[in-house]
Structures are given as C-alpha cells and as structure tokens.
C-alpha cells in the first residue's frame, strides 16, 4: 500500500510553469484559431493560475525589513550613526515600542504594495494575452511572432522580481529614515542637515532634494525655539517632504543638537548673547 502511495506521488505532475502555460494557450490558438468567449476566458484562468505561482511573496521584503531594524534597534545601530552629544542607549529603549510599530507599519505597507504590484501584473499579463488572442491574422502566426508575443506577454510577471525588490529597498530606507528621526527628536535634536545623493552615479534625483542639499532645517517646537535661542533661516522640517518619505527616495538627514554648532544666522539676539557670537 505504501509502494503505491510512493509510485502515485512520484507521477504526481509537477505544475506547469507560466512559460509553458503560454506556450501552450498561443499554440492551441494558432492551430485553432478563435473559438469562443468560453475558451479564451478558461485559458485565461490557467494563466491567472500559473502567474500567480511564480510571482514573489513578501517573504523577502519582511527578513529585509527586520533585518534593518534588528541591526539600527536590537543591535544598537541607530546609536553608531548619532553624533558624541546625540542620544544614548536609555532613549532608544525608551522608544522600542514605538519603533517596533514602526516596523509592523512599513511591513504592512510592504506587504500591500506587493500584492497590488502582483494583481496588476497578472492582469497585465492576461489582458495583453486577450489581446493577442483576438487579433491573430487570418494567415496565422511564424514562430518568430510566437515567441516575440510570449515575451511580451509575460513581461509584466518577470519583471515581479525587481519591483519587489525595489519596494523592499524603498520600505528599507523609509524605515531607517524614521527611526533615526525618532530617535534625534527623543534625544532632543534641534535641526537635521539635509544630504542629497544627487552626485551618486545613476541615481534618479529629485531636482528639489538637491536644491536642499547642505540646507539646514530647524526642528519645531525644540527646546532652543522654544527658548527663543534659534530661528529658522530655511524653514522647519515639518514643513517640507521628509528624507526618504517620497517614492525611492535616498537622501539622508543628520541631527544637530547644540545651538553653538548651527551658522551663526541661525541664531536670535538672544542666542548670540547666550553663546558669545555677536
């Protein structure tokens, strides 16, 4: 009984993979031709199937994720990119729970970007086949047709693998992003110097990142606004986009903690006074 299950599931068909599934769909309709809207909608769901099988999880992007937060929050990390008079590692325990939603929101967020890519893709995939499939010419199809047409259609599903890993680089970043903004405001931070990567080589800039690039902006409500000691010379950072928030953003921003370390048009009368810079 035990050799027969054996036998049975080693001649257990292994599912078909996309490509041979679409071989299979544009050669019955080369040798057929159009038949009907019942034909078309059933390959059409075999191909529905079969993408579905070969499109990425988020698997990758969630261990990517963790990772980054493993290494900046578990390990520390977070602390490593602060300056000497930054926060310490009693403020970044004192923010783990707020960090950690963080994470969960970014791999939710993830998560959805995913599957939306995913569905757009494979509808993609069958709509171009749908298109195919109704304008074959009466004279049929040479194998150089079949094959450019197999390319094409499937093209949405195999390009999966790279969005995907876009999206987790992106969430990556977006999340590293924050919890180092957490940490600076928690730690008592002042400002943040913008830096663009616009000099980095193949790197798609925004052309108004770059144009803060070196910029200074003033943290809202820090206890050196609030003392009157600061004023802002290029606005407040809740007041423009932050790093990292828009699309495949890679820009950066570092904190700033003491008055004294800001140019001196930053600072009021009042802040002059305090630190010797009339």
């Not at 071989?23 to 909608?41: F, H």
């Not at 913008?194 to 798609?204: A, F, L």
């Not at 070196?214 to 290029?234: H, M």
């Amino acid at each position: 009984m035990a050799d027969k299950r054996t036998s049975r599931t080693k001649l257990k068909r292994k599912p078909k993979t996309l490509y041979e599934v679409l071989t299979d769909a544009i050669n019955y309709y080369v040798d057929n031709g159009w038949d009907s809207q019942k034909s078309l909608l059933s390959w059409c769901q075999k191909l529905r199937v079969a993408a579905s099988r070969e499109s990425p999880s988020d698997d990758v992007t969630r261990k990517h994720l963790t990772s980054i937060y493993s290494r900046l929050v578990v390990h520390g990390g977070a602390l490593r990119d602060q300056p000497p008079d930054g926060p310490k590692q009693i403020t970044l325990d004192k923010i783990k729970p707020e960090l950690r939603k963080e994470l969960d929101r970014r791999i939710f967020a993830s998560a959805n970007l995913i599957k939306l890519n995913r569905e757009q893709a494979i509808e993609r995939t069958v709509q171009r086949f749908q298109g195919w499939v109704t304008s074959i010419p009466p004279d049929g199809v040479s194998e150089i047709d079949k094959n450019a047409q197999k390319s094409t259609i499937r093209k949405s599903v195999t390009d999966l693998d790279f969005i995907s890993r876009r999206v987790a680089i992106d969430q990556g970043h977006k999340l590293a992003s924050n919890v180092k903004y957490l940490l600076s405001v928690q730690g008592g931070a002042i400002a943040f110097r913008w830096h663009s990567n616009w000099r980095r080589p193949g790197y798609d800039y925004r052309v108004d990142h770059k144009h803060r690039d070196t910029l200074i902006y003033l943290i809202r409500d820090s206890w050196a606004v609030q003392q009157g000691l600061i004023k802002p010379e290029y606005g407040y950072y809740d007041e423009i986009t932050a790093a990292g928030e828009e699309p495949f953003c890679s820009c950066q921003v570092f904190p700033i903690y003491a008055p004294q370390k800001l140019p001196v048009e930053f600072l009021t009368e009042k802040g002059k006074r305090e630190f010797n810079r009339a």
